[in-house]
């Protein structure tokens, strides 16, 4: 698998942690130049994470932009810190015009991982619909599904401009299969899948790809920190068997960013473990991680 991404020029909305991050960091191993977006800095972590971080017994907010763009830097490439609230339409219109700017219109990868869902997360993920309360509604759709579409229009120009692109809309999807238990997130990660397809639809005319992908269930920092662990210890849970690093999904992305046929692939819902199948990439410990499957496994976390 040809991993050269040395003149690509990426944005990662959401990547100051967890599939964001890792997201980044594979694509600045493989060279890209990566712009690396939230609202958390180094200084200043995002202020609405003080439910969740109680519940996973954390005092800290882990990661920030700044982080991630130093990783992305020491794997290789070119990490670019910008702090975005990419629920904010001017601050994600000031993003783009940077990147337009600094780069003479060119943009080769959008990653639309930006996601509130967790925000308002309460500890409980299977409860009837009607016992859910609506700021969770709030958060994964104005300031989950919303932020995809607000970054794709804004990102959209410059492709279409340039003839070519891919967008990749991070998501859930198992074929189609319900989240038992959460169908406000079964809902959300359903519009996002739509989201790339419809947006596929458009821009096929243009030369530019919109795809879909699914991870399974992550390692990533909340998740470590719920079940009282970390990256170096996760195999003494053995709840945490089936897990994948965020790293993989990162992957993932690298692969199909670097497939000259990814038109092919436009406007599908692609699972990381059947690309890993397809492209020949593991996980950072070695293993190719089967796709995800709802039956007989814990759900994936917000």
């Not at 500890?123 to 509604?137: D, I, L, T, Y």
């Not at 965020?246 to 690298?254: D, E, F, M, S």
Request: net charge negative; aromatic share 8%.
């Amino acid at each position: 698998m040809m991993t050269n991404l040395e003149h690509c020029v990426a944005v990662v909305t959401g990547a100051s942690r967890g599939a964001g991050r890792g997201i980044a960091v594979e694509l600045g191993a493989a060279g890209a130049t990566v712009y690396v977006t939230g609202r958390s800095t180094r200084d200043a972590p995002a202020p609405t994470y003080g439910e969740l971080m109680a519940r996973s017994g954390l005092d800290r907010l882990p990661g920030s932009i700044d982080e991630t763009a130093a990783e992305v830097n020491r794997a290789g490439g070119r990490g670019i810190a910008v702090r975005c609230d990419h629920t904010q339409e001017d601050e994600v219109a000031a993003l783009f015009q940077r990147v337009a700017d600094e780069q003479r219109g060119r943009l080769d990868l959008l990653v639309n991982n930006a996601w509130g869902g967790h925000e308002h997360f309460d500890g409980v993920f299977q409860s009837s619909f009607w016992e859910r309360p609506m700021n969770q509604w709030d958060a994964m759709f104005d300031r989950g599904v919303r932020n995809h579409l607000l970054a794709s229009r804004h990102a959209a120009p410059l492709f279409v401009q340039q003839g070519r692109g891919l967008i990749v809309t991070t998501t859930f999807w198992d074929r189609d299969r319900y989240m038992s238990g959460n169908l406000f997130y079964d809902l959300a990660k359903s519009s996002m899948t739509r989201l790339a397809f419809g947006m596929a639809q458009d821009l096929k005319p243009h030369g530019v790809a919109s795809v879909a992908v699914s991870p399974g269930w992550m390692r990533t920092e909340f998740v470590l920190a719920g079940h009282h662990t970390d990256e170096a210890h996760w195999r003494a849970c053995p709840e945490l068997a089936g897990t994948e690093s965020p790293r993989y999904v990162g992957r993932a992305v690298v692969a199909l960013a670097t497939d000259p046929a990814v038109m092919d692939k436009t406007g599908r819902v692609l699972r990381v473990g059947d690309l890993a199948r397809e492209y020949g990439f593991a996980d950072i410990d070695g293993r190719q991680v089967a796709p995800f499957e709802l039956d007989g496994v814990a759900p994936p976390r917000p």
